[in-house]
């Protein structure tokens, strides 16, 4: 077994080998821009996008024209949110998005207050999710949009994105999902969930960082947005820019290898997932799965192991990538949003770790991290226990 062990999937993956070897002409001999239409540099990188686009349209069972190629989901979110809100404007100023958004969600609608938006944020349950009842009583006359997380980065619990977006549709009200953890890992389509707009990245996947797709459906209704970036008129006027070639063709084939390994990758990984956990409620008392214990995806762990500080165990366990929160929350700080908003004190959040299960990780890497992490944990209730038997002897007379 090789050290240092990778269990942090939700942050990002490697990219597949194969994918690279797809990716690698794109960045030499077939540099042409996708955009020269006279000559054969051009039309070749022209005729990569558009096999990829075609291939993640299918993929997803959109069609390929309902594919925008993005910089990643960062960007997806923000053209679907400020994008349609800007787009629906006459009809209404309300939005809605759910507590436990990326952040990318959430500073988006944010921006949008700015602009005279009205913007209301649906609470979670205890498993991070929300309810169709929780929506239905938000949902007011000028509802132009909702954005409800399809699968959560930080506790892996999937939301019941069908049932919600039917309803927004009976209320002629658009529909996003930041599809970005989900997409590769579950079976999912556009056409089953009835969203209006999905956002999609590469780097979860095992394919290249920087780039992305925002599925934009065309018809029954066809849904318009107002660009965010200026420019050249790529991708249907919808985003400027010259179109990164290399990653798109990486993206398209990333995401054909996770659909044709889904079933065997997921029950794998979920079988390794359940033996992390099991092996760590086994030797740490108190341990508390974070998120859905049946809706969620196969390679989220999140949990709670009372008396040790998820960054005191990561400290003391270099050797070992893991995460304290989200990769985005962990850089200001501060406890998870998302494990506050499902009802943890900033104590209790302090004490979670996340482990994301992915392609390569190996039984052998799992029975090393219970070990690892058991040891460290009780190593830890330890200090404290010594630390508070020595206070009460201080205060002794
Ligand atoms: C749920 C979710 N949304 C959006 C993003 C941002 O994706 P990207 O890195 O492609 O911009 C991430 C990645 O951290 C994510 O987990």
Not at 128 to 147: F, H, M, Q, W, Y
Not at 271 to 292: F, T
Not at 369 to 383: C, D, G, H, P
Request: with cysteine; glycine share 8%; net charge negative.
């Amino acid at each position: 077994m090789k050290l240092p062990i990778y269990l942090d999937h939700q942050a990002t993956t490697p990219v597949d080998s194969e994918v690279l070897k797809e990716m690698l002409p794109y960045f030499t001999e077939k540099f042409g821009n996708a955009s020269s239409r006279h000559h054969e540099f051009g039309w070749t990188a022209d005729s990569a996008v558009e096999n990829a686009r075609s291939m993640i349209a299918a993929l997803i069972g959109a069609q390929p024209k309902e594919i925008v190629f993005t910089s990643g989901a960062t960007e997806s979110n923000n053209l679907a949110i400020i994008g349609g809100a800007r787009s629906y404007r006459d009809r209404g100023r309300h939005i809605i998005c759910t507590s436990v958004e990326h952040a990318s969600v959430l500073s988006a609608v944010e921006s949008l207050k700015m602009e005279g938006f009205d913007v209301t944020i649906l609470p979670v349950d205890r498993d991070g999710l929300i309810t169709l009842e929780t929506l239905k009583n938000a949902i007011r006359p000028d509802t132009i949009l909702v954005s409800v997380i399809h699968a959560n980065n930080e506790v892996g619990s999937i939301n019941q994105i069908q049932e919600l977006a039917a309803y927004t549709k009976s209320k002629n009200i658009l529909f996003h999902t930041d599809a970005s953890q989900s997409v590769g890992k579950i079976p999912f389509s556009v056409i089953d969930l009835g969203v209006d707009l999905a956002s999609l990245s590469s780097h979860k996947i095992y394919g290249p960082k920087g780039v992305g797709a925002l599925y934009v459906r065309s018809k029954r209704p066809k849904i318009y947005l107002d660009p965010i970036l200026h420019g050249g008129g790529h991708e249907q006027g919808l985003r400027a820019g010259t179109l990164n070639v290399p990653g798109i063709v990486g993206f398209g084939k990333a995401l054909e290898i996770a659909c044709s390994h889904l079933a065997i990758e997921s029950a794998r990984i979920t079988s390794l997932r359940e033996r992390l956990y099991q092996g760590l409620s086994r030797s740490i008392s108190g341990v508390k799965l974070n998120g859905c214990s049946t809706q969620r995806i196969p390679g989220n762990l999140n949990i709670y192991i009372p008396g040790a500080l998820g960054n005191a165990l990561m400290m003391a366990n270099p050797e070992i990538a893991f995460s304290s929160s989200s990769a985005c929350s962990e850089a200001d700080g501060k406890p998870s949003h998302v494990l506050r908003e499902m009802g943890l004190t900033d104590e209790q959040a302090a004490s979670c770790i996340r482990f994301g299960v992915g392609r390569t990780t190996t039984t052998e890497e799992i029975d090393y991290v219970i070990e690892k992490i058991s040891k460290t944990a009780l190593e830890l209730r330890q200090l404290i226990f010594q630390s508070e038997v020595n206070e009460q002897e201080e205060i002794r007379p």
